[in-house]
């Protein structure tokens, strides 16, 4: 694994003018919270979460009289179509979209990447390398607090464990998977992780992303 200073030192020089899709590599509390709606603010990059978009199938399901218990049973290959697709329709129009999804798997990342490719785009993965224990001890936080929002807060079960299973599972990426990784180092505050993604835009030179947006 490189470290953040490494990691700019390979930095590729990219076509800067493509339309950019940004998700996460990592999992449950490899990073701040608002890490990901900050950065879509920083750099004015329409939004998308898959976790709304679960919170909103099960409204829906609701609302067509399902029962809460068989509305809560929203398959992941339904929220990542849906995912799929508002992302799909940003890059369509020129624009950035930031995707706030954990996508662990190289199937999920080529996805990602031919969604963005078939559109003139390019796929960003950031990797958030953070220890499990941090990552544990900010999720606990979190849980103690209630910071948590529909629907990770109706999980049958516990965020804590749910970190845990993503860490058994996540797969580190690969260049064959097609699109960019930029490794991030997750340990800091939101800002700390802010300032890293534009020092990587600015080693990658993707123009009108570099600085103050």
Known sequence: ??????????????????????????????????????????????????????????????????????AQDVQSRSVQHAVHRQAGRHLAEGGDVVVDMFVNNPKGRTSMHNIAQRRGGLAIGLVLNTPMQQALERVEAWTEAEEFEPPVNRWPHPPMSITRAMGRHIVRPQRSEGGLFLDVDGTGTTQDLLDQVEAHFHAADLKGRSGNV
């Open 1 to 70: 694994m490189l470290s953040f200073e490494q990691s700019l030192q390979h930095a590729p020089r990219i076509d800067g003018d493509k339309p950019l899709l940004i998700y996460k590599v990592g999992i449950l509390g490899s990073a701040p919270l608002d890490f990901m709606p900050e950065l879509a603010k920083k750099y004015a990059m329409p939004y998308v979460s898959s976790d709304k978009i679960r919170h909103d199938l099960m409204v829906e399901r609701q609302a067509q009289g399902m029962s809460p218990a068989m």
